[in-house]
């Protein structure tokens, strides 16, 4: 197939808006597959995990693709809720036209918007496909109302429904003012246009012919002079309008009654983008000319764990082609990797490929060192793709093995699902011995759990995180520390005399030597300093970590035989639990700042909720038609903020959230801390 003659289109928009429904019947209708699958049965090609099956929803990317009047159309159908907004970015950097399916019953939804903005940021043409009307309640003039008062007036209907709800029989090619029937989920045939329609058709004829004339100044003035443009003028005034972000065309149907399929399939060959008309990704060094001649250029946007053929790495070729054996640099992070199994994707299912031409979409197995956003390349070219912006992960939970015997394995396990999903993260927290995994939401961390548990065989428990509190003083005090042990024969002798000052937050800890006159043997100084240095990993309050402290050693006393390191070690703990007492001893909680993304009419709510959390508002910006309110607040009332945001907002709340610094904690709150760590002592 050449690069011409392929289009590579990515299905975004909110979940529930019939996304995989819509490719299901794209296959079916272009003869790729016997039978339309459906969600409910778990029967679809690009929803097959069985977290997918089980949930009826789409949580991962995947790739199918079909033919239709002789050329190659990829499809990636991907998750529609924001907690598995990744893979739907991912998908945006590889396709040459996203489109947007839009339900006709419940209208323009938040992940619909959150997600235009991002196309908007890959600069890739747009499409809109209203959906579901044959479903009650549904209305194709009401969602195209919504569509234009959200995304502007460039919203150009170019086909119209027969009939709505249970009725709706067929679709109006505006461009043409041709009508088509269907029946029984055949493909259409031409019917003459209803009678009610005529004035309809006209006006939606006119609109568009206007927001065709509006991107050519020639084409504008002979229209004034009463020349309208011809069939072939609009279709190509529209693909370049397209292609500039100029003209949004809307077309509409039925994905679960297959009507508008064939439409939308001609649509996508006549009107769509080839891989050639497409702009150069985003370059993070070099330059990249889009061509099917020279070196080759292939970007993975999609790594996952196949328990048959191993890692499996999805990529599209933006330059020159991939041959079976070739060996490119992975131009990202060191090394490079034999292109030994190449094959395309057919949801779940593999074929085998020799060659991957300029623009088609395909999978590699078995480059184990190879991550979503690496950029492969002919050895030596010095290109490299930008990698994708995720967004960093706003909840997190504590993880634990149900079993000591899965411990082992399930660090392993850990580290295979963060490759696979780049929104997710580890960490190890050592002042709580805790194993932390930060995803995008509540659901995002569900779902992770139960794929650690099917695809490697470790059942964990999760838990709301510990807050990493930490400790500090605000009195300045001297104390000594002495230790003396006598059992016969040689014994352990060892005095230091420490003054412990506090210093400014975030300082951390500093020791400093004031001996004079050899008081304490040089070779025992360090001895002193990690004795201090472990008695500050315990706090005298809650056994937190002790931070921003100064300690003097400003003498001491030494025995020449009795004395040893691990004496003045024992020292230097002495010396800082007699000095505790009064050292004014605080607790410390982390203090995280958010930037809040939300619609007017919540902030409201948002500000009064982050008050009650202890939190204060920064200041508040505009971002597009949203309210940007940045905040701080402890973490220990945030770490739930994902369910709460969304329940304030009805999803339509994004923010995101980093730590800033530790702060004393007021001394009410402080207490629950102190006596929750006396009680799991006790």
């Not at 693709?65 to 991907?78: A, F, P, Q, R």
């Not at 100084?525 to 005298?540: D, H, R, S, Y």
């Not at 309050?541 to 024992?570: C, I, N, W």
Request: hydrophobic share 40%.
């Amino acid at each position: 197939m050449v690069p011409e003659r392929i289009r590579n289109v990515v299905l975004v928009g909110h979940g529930g808006a019939g996304k995989t429904s819509l490719a299901e019947a794209l296959l079916n209708t272009a003869g790729a597959t016997t039978r339309v699958g459906r969600v409910e049965d778990g029967t679809t090609v690009t929803d097959f995990e069985p977290e997918e099956i089980e949930r009826q929803i789409s949580l991962n990317v995947a790739v199918a693709s079909c033919e239709w009047k002789g050329h190659k159309i990829n499809i990636l159908d991907t998750p529609g809720y924001a907690d598995f907004t990744g893979d739907a970015l991912a998908a945006l950097r590889v396709a040459d036209m996203a489109i947007f399916v839009v339900s006709g019953v419940d209208g323009v939804e938040v992940q619909t918007e959150a997600l235009w903005r991002a196309a908007t940021a890959e600069k890739i043409p747009r499409v809109v496909f209203i959906n579901k009307l044959d479903r009650e309640r549904s209305s194709f003039q009401r969602t195209l109302e919504q569509l234009t008062g959200t995304f502007g007036k460039r919203i150009a209907p170019i086909q119209l429904p027969i009939g709505s709800e249970q009725n709706l029989s067929g679709i109006v090619r505006v461009v043409s003012s041709r009508a088509f029937g269907y029946s029984g989920g055949s493909i259409s045939s031409e019917v003459d246009l209803p009678d009610g329609m005529v004035d309809l058709v006209s006006n939606a004829h006119t609109t568009l012919i206007e927001a065709v004339v509006e991107t050519d100044d020639e084409m504008m003035e002979r229209y004034f002079e009463g020349e309208e443009p011809s069939r072939d003028q609009i279709i190509s005034s529209v693909h370049s309008g397209m292609l500039e972000g100029e003209i949004f065309p809307v077309l509409c149907g039925s994905a679960g009654s297959v009507i508008g399929i064939d439409t939308l399939a001609d649509f996508i060959v006549e009107f769509g983008p080839n891989p050639l008309e497409h702009s150069a990704p985003p370059m993070e060094s070099g330059e990249l000319a889009v061509s099917a001649d020279g070196p080759a250029t292939a970007f993975v946007f999609k790594t996952h764990s196949d328990p048959y053929v191993g890692r499996i790495s999805l990529f599209r070729v933006f330059s020159g082609s991939v041959k079976v054996d070739d060996n490119l640099e992975n131009a990202t992070r060191s090394g490079s990797g034999r292109m030994h199994n190449l094959f395309f994707m057919q949801g779940k299912d593999h074929h085998d490929a020799k060659e991957i031409v300029t623009g088609d979409i395909a999978a590699v197995a078995k480059l184990d060192t190879v991550l979503a956003g690496d950029t492969l390349v002919t050895p030596g070219t010095g290109i490299r793709i930008k990698p994708i912006s995720f967004p960093n992960p706003v909840m997190s939970v504590a993880i634990f093995p149900k079993s000591s015997q899965d411990e082992d394995k399930l660090s392993g396990a850990l580290q295979k699902v963060i490759e696979e999903d780049p929104t997710l993260a580890v960490e190890r927290r050592p002042e709580t011995h805790e194993t932390v995994l930060s995803g995008l939401g509540d659901n995002h961390l569900d779902v992770t759990a139960a794929r650690i548990s099917r695809k490697f065989g470790v059942e964990i428990d999760t838990a709301i995180p510990t807050v990493p509190y930490r400790e500090s003083i605000t009195a300045t005090t001297d104390a000594e520390g002495k230790h003396k042990k006598q059992s016969g024969g040689r014994g352990q002798f060892g005095v230091a005399f420490v003054k412990f000052a506090p210093l400014p937050r975030g300082t951390g800890f500093e020791f400093v030597n004031a001996t004079k006159g050899g008081s304490v043997p040089r070779q025992f100084i360090p001895a002193v300093e990690k004795g201090v240095q472990e008695a500050l990993e315990k706090g005298p309050l809650a056994g937190y970590p002790v931070v921003d402290v100064q300690a003097t050693l400003y003498d001491g006393k030494y025995h020449s035989v009795d004395s040893d390191e691990m004496s003045f070690r024992m020292a230097g703990i002495m010396a800082f639990r007699a000095a505790s007492p009064k050292l004014g001893a605080v607790i410390l909680e982390p203090i995280v700042e958010a930037r809040i993304r939300v619609p007017e009419e919540f902030m409201g709510d948002v500000i009064g909720d982050i008050n009650a959390k202890r939190g204060r508002v920064l200041g508040m910006d505009s971002e597009g038609h949203l309210r940007v309110i940045t905040v701080e607040a402890p973490l220990g009332e945030m770490q739930r903020y994902a369910v709460d945001l969304r329940s304030m907002t009805g999803g339509r709340g994004f923010f995101e959230m980093k730590f800033t610094r530790y702060d004393e904690m007021p001394h009410q709150e402080a207490q629950k801390v102190i006596d929750a760590a006396q009680k799991d002592e006790s």
